[in-house]
């Protein structure tokens, strides 16, 4: 039952929905930060937790999703760039996450990932990197709620897009239209006032932005 509550809730966000990264937040006051997305359009909080090793950079952990999680109603999305994905459901789920994103590079069962975290009454999404294709998640597109695309290499915000990953947001699209399939598709990298249009365009419905937003240069209407 509450998976099916988190279902409706993905299916009641207005699209495209904005889904502002604390990973360029001011780590010392992310109170402020939850206000300033709630004030500006955001509609999920995205929370990218970094291990080390998946990518070079360490971020932030359970104990911060736990603290802010009573500061906002939104929903979160915890994006885990880890090794091992598998074994951090359960903390993060128990944290307060309300979806839960791993990488497909990440996990050998990545099938059976998305069952686990459906079993857990939250909504499961697949990210992959900029070198990984489309076609190696023919067999997971049925049932994953959210694919996750990232257009520069995870790791760092403030990148600039790799526009050959725009590309990915179409394919998508096309492939869920004629599939019949539901997953919402959501880009992660490089989106600013510049850059926008063209996620949008392609038909991305999830728009996660970083640095763009909290230095207040995302034009978001």
């Given amino acids: 039952m509450q998976y099916i509550k988190y279902f409706m809730m993905i299916k009641d966000l207005r699209l495209p929905a904005l889904a502002p990264s604390l990973l360029s937040a ?24 970094m291990d080390g090793q998946f990518v070079p950079e360490i971020t932030y952990g359970q104990p911060v999703v736990r603290s802010i ?11 885990l760039m880890v090794e091992k994905p598998e074994n951090k459901i359960d903390s993060f789920v128990d944290a307060g ?23 857990k ?13 489309i076609n190696l998640l023919s067999e997971i597109l049925k049932c994953a709620d959210i694919i996750l695309v ?7 915000g403030g990148q600039k897009i790799i ?9 998508l699209k096309k492939i869920r239209e ?16 510049q850059t926008l249009e063209s996620v949008k365009s392609a038909g991305a419905d999830i728009i ?14």
């Fill in 121 to 133: 009454g939250k909504l499961a999404g697949v990210s992959i990197c900029p070198g990984t294709p």
């Fill in 178 to 193: 004629e599939k019949g399939y539901n997953y919402l598709i959501s880009v992660d990298g490089g989106v600013n006032s």
């Fill in 150 to 156: 990232m257009t520069v290499n995870p790791g760092w």
């Fill in 163 to 171: 526009q050959s990953c725009v590309e990915k947001i179409a394919e």
């Fill in 26 to 49: 001011d780590f010392s006051s992310l109170e402020n930060a939850i206000k300033q997305i709630e004030e500006n359009g955001g509609s999920v909080v995205h929370i990218d937790v």
């Fill in 69 to 79: 999680r009573k500061l906002t109603k939104l929903p979160f999305d915890v994006h």
């Fill in 97 to 119: 996450t309300d979806w839960i994103t791993f990488h497909y590079e990440a996990t050998n069962h990545a099938h059976r990932l998305i069952q686990m975290i459906h079993e």
């Fill in 208 to 221: 996660v932005s970083g640095s763009a937003f909290f230095n207040n240069t995302l034009k978001w209407s």
